[in-house]
């Protein structure tokens, strides 16, 4: 059993704290196989309530969608910060209790990873050198950054606050305000 997640009567409830292994304390893969087995179990649940510090931005990705299908409201209880917002935005109806929050940064990628994945993936790829490797991500960077701005405005997000959730420094948390959160249209119900 995945004990970051659990079912009470319409809510599903969804916390990366509540791992036993710190390595678990994200969202990440295994949570995603979970996460459809109770949605596929419990067809009553009409929301999903959120405790995350984010994780694996590509599982937040699959579970947003997951979250979009089954027309679930969100519910941030603590806190829902990088990824997590992903899954935040999935939801019809969206809210944050009081002294709850929210926080956003643009991703990043280390250099010691980066130089990993290179390695590990040069041949599958095909890049002869680091420069075709550079030349790939730079691609893969734009496409990343665009995808994450077309779903921010899809989900009915401000462009314009859309593009500065964009902007907060990787490495620091912008934890923006309830009231500037509602009228960018983050949060839908007050």
């Not at 590509?58 to 519910?75: G, K, P, Q, R």
């Not at 209880?77 to 917002?85: A, F, K, P, Q």
């Not at 599958?124 to 921010?152: C, H, M, S």
């Amino acid at each position: 059993a995945n004990e970051k997640l659990r079912v009470e009567g319409s809510t599903l409830y969804y916390s990366t704290d509540d791992a036993k292994e710190e390595i678990d304390q994200e969202i990440n893969w295994d949570d995603t196989v979970a996460f459809a087995d109770m949605l596929k179990e419990n067809p009553d649940i009409t929301l999903l309530q959120i405790d995350s510090s984010g994780g694996l931005v590509e599982a937040a990705v699959y579970l947003a969608d997951m979250i979009i299908d089954y027309e679930l409201n969100t519910h941030i209880e603590g806190e829902c910060s990088s990824s997590c917002l992903l899954l935040f935005l999935g939801g019809e109806k969206r809210s944050l209790a009081r002294g709850s929050w929210i926080g956003l940064h643009k991703t990043s990628w280390a250099s010691d990873s980066l130089k990993n994945y290179y390695t590990e993936w040069k041949e599958d790829e095909g890049w002869a050198n680091e420069y075709d490797f550079a030349e790939w991500l730079y691609e893969d960077t734009q496409k990343t950054i665009l995808r994450d701005l077309e779903y921010l405005i899809e989900r009915g997000v401000d462009p314009a606050f859309a593009i500065k959730t964009l902007r907060a420094d990787s490495d620091d948390m912008w934890y923006p305000r309830r009231k500037e959160m509602v009228a960018a249209g983050i949060i839908t119900e007050d």
